[in-house]
């Protein structure tokens, strides 16, 4: 199946019942205040259900419901909901194939580690400690 960007209202985005990803919402709120929203969420087209971006989703939600102005890359349509978007055409064959592949997702950045001087040099090349603060990294974990 060919995969497709879609826009999707986000009281219609359902997530998966049994995701055990923990979100930091408000280091993920800082991001899209900064760059938009940037990273599409995926749906599993098998069970019309969330795979990735439970924590966008949530973000997004309690923006639009505290009444704030849509993100960049937000649209919103002529009844005022909001519009993320949201690759489309991948089906799991099974719940869990679907579980599985949403632990994975997650997963495989922790998995994946740092190269700690290559990261140390990245972000004295940012500079800006607002930018900084805002990867995750602070003074105490550079310096370990």
Known sequence: MERRLDYQDLDTIEPAPNNPKEHQIDGVRASIDR?????????????????VGH?????????????????????????????????????????????????????????GGWDHQALSDLLDEIGDPDLIELTGWDPADLEE
Not at 38 to 48: E, L, N, Q
Not at 61 to 89: C, N, Q, S, Y
């Open 35 to 51: 760059f938009g929203y940037v990273a599409p969420m995926i749906i599993d087209d098998r069970t019309d259900r969330l795979v």
């Open 55 to 111: 924590g966008r989703l949530e973000s997004l939600k309690a923006r639009r419901d505290a009444g704030e102005t849509p993100p960049e890359g937000i649209k919103v349509d002529d009844a005022g909901h909001w519009l993320a978007p949201v690759i489309r055409g991948w089906s799991s064959r099974s719940d869990a194939d679907a579980a599985a592949y949403l632990v994975l997702d997650n997963r495989q950045t922790e998995l």
